[in-house]
């Protein structure tokens, strides 16, 4: 089983709508990130949280909102989806510790097509 | 403002040949650089990295070198295997930036195509 697991994969959703991507990791981190990618360019941050009780702003965090439910469940949410909101979705996690390899772990990602 | 470029959008490199992937920097406070690999309807996973206190990382046939004083590094790939064909993305962290954060900033990437 995946460590980092994205629901859903792929959505269509209309202008104005709300909606939520999920993640789940069963690696025990705390560390926990949402980033997007758009054709040509690089992963650009969302949100990320150190813990439960901890939620940040990334670079690009209007129009997006975040829930960290428990230590293994981070929540990405478009409160009223706009079409430059279509991109690629990643979540990631990486533990507390700095390990030489200061690595974070991706889920598989989940497309979002706003018409 | 982009703090990690990768200039090069896509490279092609024939079976058994040397890839070499290029990537700079602007923020002298970066002091970790990843490489990671993404194929299509994947998310990135971590290939390599290297600490600003090295100057060279191999593991296999990767290896990355860093030059601090050019704000540079680069990925090469010996041989070169088509199953290496895919996009790489270079990725820098600040430590010390958000009280341990480790934010990652990430270039563009830049698309491998490996040719039998």
């Known amino acids: 089983d995946a460590d980092v697991t994205q629901t859903p994969r792929n959505r269509i959703t209309k202008t104005g709508k709300r909606i939520m991507l999920e993640c789940s990791q069963t690696k025990g981190h705390d560390r926990m990130y949402w980033y997007r990618q758009d054709p040509g360019l690089g992963l650009r941050l969302i949100y990320y949280?150190?813990?439960?009780?901890?939620?940040n702003k990334g670079e690009i965090s209007d129009g997006y909102s975040v829930s960290r439910q428990a230590q293994a469940k981070f929540s990405l949410s478009l409160e009223s989806a706009i079409p430059n909101q279509t991109a690629l979705y990643f979540c990631?996690?990486?533990?507390?510790?700095?390990?030489?390899?200061?690595?974070?772990?991706f889920g598989p990602g989940t497309r979002l097509t706003v018409l | 403002d982009q703090q990690v470029k990768q200039n090069s959008p896509s490279l092609s490199v024939q079976e058994g040949r040397i890839s070499i992937l290029n990537c700079d920097y602007t923020n002298s406070m970066f002091d970790y650089f990843l490489w990671y690999k993404k194929y299509p309807a994947e998310g990135p996973t971590f290939l390599i990295s290297i600490s600003s206190i090295k100057d060279k990382n191999e593991d296999g046939r990767f290896t990355v070198f860093l030059n601090k004083s050019a704000k540079h590094l680069s990925l090469h790939i010996v041989p070169s295997q088509p199953g290496d064909s895919a996009v790489y993305f270079c990725a820098a962290s600040d430590s010390y930036s958000g009280a341990g954060s480790y934010q990652l900033t990430f270039g563009k990437g830049t698309k491998l195509s490996v040719i039998p």
């Open positions: 949280s150190f813990d439960v009780k901890d939620i």
């Open positions: 990631a996690t990486r533990s507390r510790d700095r390990g030489d390899d200061n690595e974070q772990f």
